[in-house]
């Protein structure tokens, strides 16, 4: 039984293929090219929220202006990074199982806490 | 009919959830500081090809100690992208069909070559 | 009379051609190059913030380890800097003259408020 | 005597000072703000190098729009780093002395080649 998949972009890598291919942009997408995009978007993200307290932050999605901007931003990322791991041949899915488990063992998580109701007395 | 998605991040983003609830971590996920992981992660990733010419870059995954470098930073940047977009309840598969199609619109592709073979004469 | 400058960055120019020099470095020293090296080093510098407090990030000074930390990137993120504007002629001090003017015209600052004192009656 | 200033941004420090304070601005210069700052500008500044070839890269400054755009970019980047620095109260040329020594350490410069007159014979 194949284990499930944490995430699946296929659709999305062969839709960011497709769209290169119509245009003739395959050229411009070598890995240092597609870094620089995906720092550039990156810095539009982390401007909304440049300005905002932590509270502020929060709400970001409250207010119709910033949350289309954010929407965009964090899409704009997401394009650049499936881009590159596609160009470069990586499978997300596994890489990030993989980082995910050696992050669970580099950071343990706590023996659970006890039960909230008391042991039974007698 | 459903529109298929071009992304699932369903799973990572509760893997996600299950890992920082287990650590007691959500308290230091808040909007602002994803913003800084991510950069950080972004930084790592882009590192790998700083002295690295285009052709060397685009070899990058030949090398088993940069290909494993490469893997967990994409991992690392995608996990904080997803993250932040759950802690904003932002569905990424609707903001990246939305963005892809906004981008379809602003870069149309050129009309189709005309068919390889030639008209016929006379 | 010279209008005094801003910055003055010209040794550290020097300083960072004469060690680019004294190693062969200035083949990989390209301005796609430095800009993800500059990119790396800022990922360094905000990470340090990246699960502090507000109030905690003020005090970051106060610690000597983080101390050290947010100066060695600082320094980090400078050298790139000004080894990129070097790289591409830029004179720094011009640059920052031009764009503080044009910052104090896009944001004109409020008119003083009024003084303490209240105006004579009569 | 004096040891020589690799860089001297007092008065830029003070100018920025002076532009925060008329504005009553100084309350979202926050140490994590101005790190969201930096990366957007640095954000911007990669952005215009992102799709050009290296040889391209080179030219940037040839062409007056892009010059323009990195010169601002660069001024950006120099006066969010600078203003984070001053609200921290680092002192960058002691920062950046002391990264520099402790680079030549690290990265030690080989041997100077041997003189091009060949040693005395006897």
């Given amino acids: 039984m194949p284990i499930p998949r944490?995430?699946?972009t296929t659709r999305l890598e062969?839709?960011?293929?497709?769209?290169?291919?119509?245009?003739?942009?395959?050229?411009?997408?070598?890995?240092?090219n597609l870094a620089l995009a995906l720092t550039g978007e990156v810095g539009e993200l982390v401007e909304i929220f440049q300005w905002l307290g932590e509270d502020e932050s929060r709400r970001v999605m409250d207010n119709p202006a910033t949350?289309?901007?954010?929407?965009?931003?964090?899409?704009?990322v997401l394009m650049?990074?499936?881009?590159?791991?596609?160009v470069l041949?990586?499978?997300?899915d596994?890489?990030?199982?993989?980082k995910l488990a050696a992050n669970a063992r580099k950071y343990p998580a706590p023996p659970s806490p006890p039960s909230v109701s008391p042991p039974a007395v007698g």
């Fill in 14 to 32: 062969a839709a960011l293929q497709a769209f290169a291919d119509a245009r003739d942009w395959n050229r411009f997408h070598t890995p240092k």
């Fill in 89 to 92: 041949g990586i499978d997300l």
């Fill in 80 to 86: 650049y990074l499936v881009r590159l791991s596609s």
């Fill in 6 to 8: 944490l995430i699946d």
């Fill in 67 to 76: 949350a289309q901007a954010v929407r965009d931003e964090v899409a704009d």
């Fill in 94 to 98: 596994a890489a990030v199982a993989d």
